[in-house]
């Protein structure tokens, strides 16, 4: 259940209205809360149409430091948002808020902004949400996508079973582009993470133990390699053996959503790296072993630093290709 104070809407039992199989992520809206987003709507209508408004400059606000010009700024709009150019929860958040909500929003965006390390710095301290975006209402802290999407689900789909709102979502929104193939749109982190570890593992025992005759037989686990990223690439973790170990460990721990179509195209890079490697170990020419040690190399790193470090290689990747405007 909501909390009645929007600074700490709690729903611990959700994950995101994006996944279709928990029964508890529905968060219903207190009194307060949907009286305030009939205000703000209201206003809205008053004042013109639902926007996002990109503020540019904070040292226009009050305020002797810069953490003082950050709250002025927070409590002089209805919504405030700081969010990422590339962040794709920031844009369905933009997306929930404007179009489906009607509400304008007053946006910062940290990594196009001169100060936008101090401004990131001291919202994380003020909040204590570590991820983008972070939204605030009537001054008061909302919270990221999750809780955007958990007021949207509770005002629009109250009454309707978990399964449907997912599928009223589905048709009623534009959230953002869908992945490929059978690819999910929301992934669970954890499953990756142990996907990224377990496929670490082989990789590296197949780029090093490759060389010795005795271990003909890696030639085909390097193929195998590769057609478990291509299933992973097409459907994610449901059809991937490697992946299956993933869904197993993972059930130990509470879900951690991802978007899935950054991860889609890491899997992407991923299945490259891990066919070009089988090619170049089972074919006849000079050197051939060595640079298909070298690329199942790259992909050890890679699925270590996914692993172990929770960097996505991939991701960034993806990143850079939609600031450039390629992706």
Not at 10 to 38: F, N, P, Q, W, Y
Not at 133 to 139: D, E, N
Not at 151 to 166: I, T
Not at 229 to 248: H, T
């Amino acid at each position: 259940m909501a909390s009645t104070n929007i600074k700490s809407i709690d729903h611990t039992g959700s994950v995101t209205i994006r996944s279709c199989d928990d029964e508890h992520s529905s968060v219903e809206l207190s009194d307060v809360e949907e009286g305030m987003m009939k205000h703000l709507q209201k206003k809205t209508r008053e004042n013109g149409e639902a926007r996002v408004i990109i503020v540019k400059d904070i040292s226009r606000f009050e305020g002797a430091i810069l953490e003082d010009k950050i709250d002025h700024f927070i409590n002089s709009f209805p919504v405030v948002m700081f969010s990422r150019t590339w962040c794709l929860f920031c844009r369905d958040a933009e997306e929930l808020l404007v179009e489906q909500m009607g509400v304008t929003v007053h946006c910062v965006k940290v990594d196009k902004h001169p100060q936008g390390k101090e401004i990131l710095k001291y919202i994380y301290s003020k909040t204590n949400h570590k991820t983008t975006p972070v939204i605030f209402m009537k001054g008061d802290f909302l919270g990221g996508f999750d809780e955007v999407s958990s007021l949207y689900s509770s005002r629009y789909f109250k009454g309707l079973s978990q399964a449907d709102r997912c599928q009223a979502i589905m048709e009623k929104s534009k959230l953002n582009s869908q992945p490929y193939f059978w690819y999910p749109q929301t992934i669970n982190g954890n499953v990756v993470r142990i996907t990224g570890v377990v496929t670490c593992f082989i990789s590296s025992f197949t780029a090093v133990l490759i060389h010795w005759e005795q271990l003909f037989f890696l030639r085909y686990v390097s193929i195998a390699i590769a057609f478990d990223f291509f299933l992973r690439m097409m459907g994610g973790a449901r059809i991937s053996p490697m992946s299956w170990i993933g869904l197993l460990i993972s059930k130990a721990f509470d879900p951690n959503p991802r978007n899935g179509r950054p991860k889609q195209f890491a899997t992407v890079l991923g299945t490259t790296l891990a066919t070009l490697s089988s090619v170049f170990f089972n074919v006849n020419f000079a050197y051939s072993d060595i640079v298909g040690s070298t690329l199942m190399g790259m992909l050890a790193v890679a699925t270590f630093m996914e692993g172990f470090l929770d960097y996505c290689v991939g991701c960034t990747v993806f990143r850079w290709g939609v600031n450039l405007g390629l992706l």
